[in-house]
């Protein structure tokens, strides 16, 4: 084909020497067109699941994070909002994001007909589950190292669950009831990386030596240490986090939030299902071209405001305008991951946007429809609730404040 020839033409020689042009992006040109849809579906679809895995657990992306910490900083009593109540609400929403978009990448990248690539054989099937099973045997078996790192992972979201369920009283309200401590999900959080920091990576003790082993006992490192932390952990995103939260609480104190909240409730006179629609269209728009924390910084304390001044329960928009700062699908600079697949597909815009403006307005319908019916048995969000009044600061010591 055609395609196969400029193709051929860009990977294997230049137009001058016939020297190997220097490849482009992280993968091989594929040999068709066929094969190069396949390839930016399968790019595309690691792209989307990223963004919308993100928004199942509170600690998946950088705005459930601020919506947390505006509610848990304006208002003194629970607002019913924890790790549980969130992925109750958001897991539901985010698979049936995840099987839309699988739906749409399919019609978008290799149409609705059966072509070549779909069909299967026993020879295909075999070359595959002999890849897969060379790749998991490569992985070696699990070290002690990594053991010990997903078992403090799932301590660590053990604690969170069971912090404040609210369904039954979490370990949390013993240190309530005992000291007049409040503990927020930082606290698990710290605890787990405390533990990583001293617990050794290999058994070099000597009740796990070997006998017959002549070489000297020698130290273990910790499972985790200060010069990983120091290369690995993205100081940037931790700056852009904090400085959302700076510029909410800067939106806060010069009272824009009271300003733009009062513009706002003109709105008002539209039913609440339109108004949540609308707000959550303009945040997926906004959020292509803004960073996701800095929107959802801005729009937080607008929308607490908004919704009080119309009579809302205010988790009503604040809710689903956090989820769907995670909706960006269109362009590659809206979120990282999609920075990541343009980059290793060396793919083109306008294709990432065909495909993304129709996800944004799939994702934005569905999370209009559960905050209208999950989210309403959830949350109780047809009535007003008691904690809006709980806007005086706690009496009680709050310990994520020392961290």
Known sequence: SKRREIVGKDVNKSDDD????????????????????????????????????GTGAITGTGP???????????????????????????????????????GWLQVIFMGCKRNSLGESSPEKEHAVKKLLRQKYNDLGRMTYHEATVLTLFIILVLLWLFRSPEFVPGWAQWFMDAYGIKVGDATPAMLIVFLLFIIPAELNFWCFRDKNDPSPPRSSPACLTWKVVQEKVPWGIVLLLGGGFAMAEATKKSHLDDW???????????????IVFVVCLMTAMLTEVASNTATASILMPVLNKMAIGINVNPLYLMLPAAVTCSYAFMLPVATPPNAIVFGAANMKSKDMMRAGVVMNVICVCVVTLMINTLG????????????INSTAPCDTFNIDDTF
């Open 376 to 387: 309403v048995v959830m949350f109780d969000l047809n009535t007003m609730p008691s904690w």
């Open 18 to 53: 016939g020297e190997p042009k220097p490849r482009k992006g992280l993968t091989t040109e594929p040999p068709d067109e066929e094969c190069a849809k396949l390839r930016d579906m399968c790019f595309m679809a690691t792209a989307y699941a990223a963004n919308l895995g």
């Open 260 to 274: 733009i909240g009062s513009q706002l409730t003109y709105f008002d006179v539209m039913p609440k299902e339109l």
């Open 64 to 102: 459930n994070l601020v919506l947390k910490g505006i509610l848990e900083d304006e208002y003194c009593e629970p607002t019913g909002l924890n790790f549980a109540s969130w992925m109750g609400f958001n897991v539901p929403g985010m698979l049936i994001c995840i099987l839309l978009a699988w």
